[in-house]
């Protein structure tokens, strides 16, 4: 009921349409519920009473009704449909919105899959509702009790025996409702899981390809297809055990009406014309009846779809900047991380990380993977909320900050590049779609991908496939570092974002970024010694915990974990280099 409310909520705009429609279906019901009354007159007066004059002003009446209920329907049908296309319009819309407002935490938590079947398959399911539910059930709805009204009228003992089995048809329709319901909820969750696979594997078909393990990928597929047919098949099973049932009982009531109808007329307590004029009505009682378990089908499945529609509508964003938001009128890049702990949920993954990063300055992040490194740049954006102390940026802690406009001054290099299936030169310009072209070949060129855009046939128009198909990785990272260069920002992090660049690559890269990101503040986390001794402050990480920080020079001295790594790394580089040197 709750759902079926808020259905009526999304088509709330489209009240004066729905309402006109309505209004139609009823002129549509109302004619044919006069037309009874017009044939029993034929009956009565032309037939039995011999006033053939009246035939032709009848039969004109006749044609008058069907002509109406014909363009009344044709008004309706068009209506209805084009009100159900915009409530999925308006809902497909909203519901991306609504995605795109979703943080980190709902994709972490949600497939893709998944939430692609909703915007499909759940949209259509609850549009289908509006553009024929709606209509059927209130269509059938006033033709029965329309049409018991006016053969009660006519002759109410009939009526009374048309009713016998209603009460039976209610139970098992209502029996019915109760076992479909849980069975449509769960073709829905499986049409989920079956999409949710599908994607997984078409986006890791070059992983299934490479261990060879298309067989076991088709088998998990046909298993979860199974699983999604047999759910079906239990739908239509149960329907089937109902239908019968209610169609058996719905048509016994015709015989049982006629019969007392025959006794009636025979004893003279009703005439012929009237005998006529109620069989019409009596196909309008019996058939919502027999249509009951349909109507039930059709609700009862659409109610599952806007279910998981509302879920992810009411899933809101626990990140959310509060009224008094505000932004500094500059950024400087002056990040403070005061007593920070952090967790996803279960254990902390950061704890009590204490550090400034002054404008300009270089900070550099260390450690083993899984440490907390990449965590610890996503919290600058608020893409999660941190449980204690505070972080603030420019002064300003960043759950008062204007959240676009903070996420605009941070130049994000994630460690996993995502390029999207559009030209280099539109992936460049990305995050500052006002960028001028000579912009965007600068950026390219201080991530040095200038070159190998240029060798390529198209350049900067080259499409590249998805996720960056095509390209290497180093390539990616470097379209991926233009990217972020070029939206001018006040912060800049790299997080591992020159592990598939070769090492003389990335000391261009370093060289042409420090001229570049001159007053900006960067935070680069990377496992070469090279990429970070230059940087203002070192911080290692270890478990979550900040082990040791300095600048290069002062870290060697400690001869602690940095020290360590710095060994390690240069030994390595002997060992390769041989007993010669
Ligand atoms: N989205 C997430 N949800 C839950 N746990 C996460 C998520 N991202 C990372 N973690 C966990 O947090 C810890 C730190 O991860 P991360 O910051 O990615 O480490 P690093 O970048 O140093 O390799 C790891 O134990 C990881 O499993
Ligand atoms: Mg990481």
Redesign the pocket.
């Known amino acids: 009921m709750e759902i079926l409310k808020r259905i009526a909520g999304l088509c709330a705009r489209y009240k004066r349409q729905i309402f006109t429609a309505l209004l139609l279906q009823t002129l549509v019901i109302l004619s044919r519920l006069i037309l009874p009354i017009f044939t029993k007159s034929v009956v009565n007066d032309v037939i039995t009473d011999g006033h053939v004059e009246l035939l032709a002003q009848l039969c004109a009446a006749i044609l008058g009704l069907v002509l109406v209920r014909a363009g009344a329907n044709y008004c309706r049908s068009l209506l209805f449909e084009r009100v159900s296309q915009n409530v999925s319009y308006d809902l497909r819309v909203g519901l991306y919105n609504h995605l795109q407002e979703m943080p980190?935490?709902f994709y972490?938590k949600n497939r893709i899959g998944e939430i692609m079947s909703r915007m499909t398959g759940d949209l259509e399911g609850v549009r289908n509702l509006i553009a024929g539910g709606i209509v059927t059930a209130y269509e059938q709805l006033l033709s029965f009790v329309g049409a018991l009204i006016f053969m009660s009228f006519m002759c109410w003992q009939m009526t009374l025996l048309l009713l016998i089995f209603a009460p039976l048809i209610a139970v098992s329709a209502w029996k019915f409702r109760k076992r479909i319901r849980p069975i449509f909820r769960s073709i829905r969750e499986q049409d989920a899981v079956l999409n949710t696979r599908a994607q997984e594997n078409l986006a890791g078909m070059r992983v299934v390809k490479a261990f060879a393990r298309e067989d076991y990928e088709s088998e998990l597929f046909s298993k979860e297809n199974n699983e999604g047919l047999r759910r079906n098949l239990e739908a239509t099973w149960t329907w089937s055990k109902y239908y019968p049932l209610i169609e058996l009982l719905s048509g016994m009531c015709t015989p049982v009406a006629l019969i007392g109808g025959a006794i009636l007329a025979s004893q003279g307590l009703m005439d012929v014309g009237t005998f006529v004029g109620v069989t019409g009505y009596i196909w309008m009682i019996t058939n919502p009846m027999n249509m009951l378990s349909n109507i039930i089908n059709m609700v009862t499945n659409a109610v599952t779809s806007a279910e998981k529609l509302f879920y992810y509508i009411d899933f809101g964003s626990n990140i959310k900047e509060p009224e008094d938001a505000r932004s500094p009128e500059e950024f400087h890049g002056h990040v403070e991380f005061d007593h920070v702990t952090f967790t996803?949920?279960?254990?902390p993954?950061?704890k009590d990380i204490s550090f400034e990063a002054k404008p300009g300055q270089t900070i550099a992040?260390m450690?083993?993977?899984?440490?907390?490194?990449?965590?610890?740049v996503?919290l600058m954006g608020r893409f999660?909320d941190i449980q204690s102390g505070s972080l603030r940026i420019d002064g300003i802690d960043v759950k008062k900050h204007r959240l676009k406009a903070l996420r605009r001054e941070i130049g994000y290099v994630p460690?996993e590049t995502f390029l999207f299936s559009d030209t280099l030169e539109d992936n460049i310009r990305f995050g500052r779609p006002d960028a001028s072209f000579e912009q965007v070949q600068r950026a390219a060129r201080v991530a040095q991908a200038e070159e190998f855009i240029e060798a390529m046939p198209q350049k900067y128009e080259t499409v590249v496939g998805e996720r960056g198909m095509g390209l290497s990785g180093g390539q990616k990272q470097r379209v991926a570092i233009a990217r972020a260069v070029l939206t001018d920002p006040a912060i800049l992090v790299m997080?591992?974002s020159t592990s598939a660049v070769d090492m003389e690559t990335e000391y261009e890269i370093q060289q042409q970024l420090g001229e570049v990101l001159k007053g900006r503040t960067t935070f680069i986390?990377a496992h070469r010694i090279s990429s970070v001794k230059n940087a203002d402050c070192i911080l290692v990480?270890e478990n979550?915990a900040i082990a040791e920080r300095g600048t290069h020079k002062e870290l060697l001295e400690k001869k602690g974990i940095y020290w360590q790594m710095v060994q390690d790394q240069t030994a390595s580089f002997a060992d390769a280099l041989g007993p010669v040197a």
Do not use: R
């Not at 450690?367 to 610890?376: D, E, P």
């Open positions: 980190y935490e972490d996803y949920g279960g254990e993954v950061l992040v450690g083993a993977t899984g440490a907390g490194k990449s965590t610890l996503t999660y460690q997080d591992d986390i990480l979550g």
